[in-house]
Nanobody, 115 residues
Framework: QVQLVESGGGLVQPGGSLRLSCAAS????????MGWYRQAPGKQRELVAV???????DYPDFVKGRFTISRDNAKNTVNLQMNSLKPEDTAVYYCNAIIANRSYWGQGTQVTVSS
């Protein structure tokens, strides 16, 4: 069984920064893709950042230049550095991992951007 546990959410003022972390545990041989998604109240879950095992990252335009995803393959961890945060970044952020063609999710961590 694979578990993903996120940490690092919280309350931050507009323009501030937060760093989210996610650790995968369980029977894991390799993780193909890891990513971060978010879901705001009343909205669909959306992709925020994704990174392959080789380190190739991709971002949607609304976070490009502000968010940076990174991973440690040896530790099965993925991080999301979020800078220049805006109120519209407020959401529950979820870690995702694709392992042996199965998708796993963390429980989510709340990020609130407000003055």
């Amino acid at each position: 069984q694979v578990q993903l546990v996120e940490s690092g959410g919280g309350l931050v003022q507009p323009g501030g920064s937060l760093r989210l972390s996610c650790a995968a545990s369980g029977t894991i041989f390799s993780i193909n893709v890891m990513g971060w998604y978010r879901q705001a109240p009343g909205k669909q879950r959306e992709l925020v950042a994704v990174i392959t095992s080789g380190g190739s990252a991709d971002y949607p335009d609304f976070v490009k230049g502000r968010f940076t995803i990174s991973r440690d393959n040896a530790k099965n961890t993925v991080n999301l550095q979020m800078n220049s945060l805006k109120p519209e970044d407020t959401a529950v952020y979820y870690c995702n991992a694709i392992i042996a063609n199965r998708s796993y999710w963390g429980q989510g961590t709340q990020v609130t951007v407000s003055s």
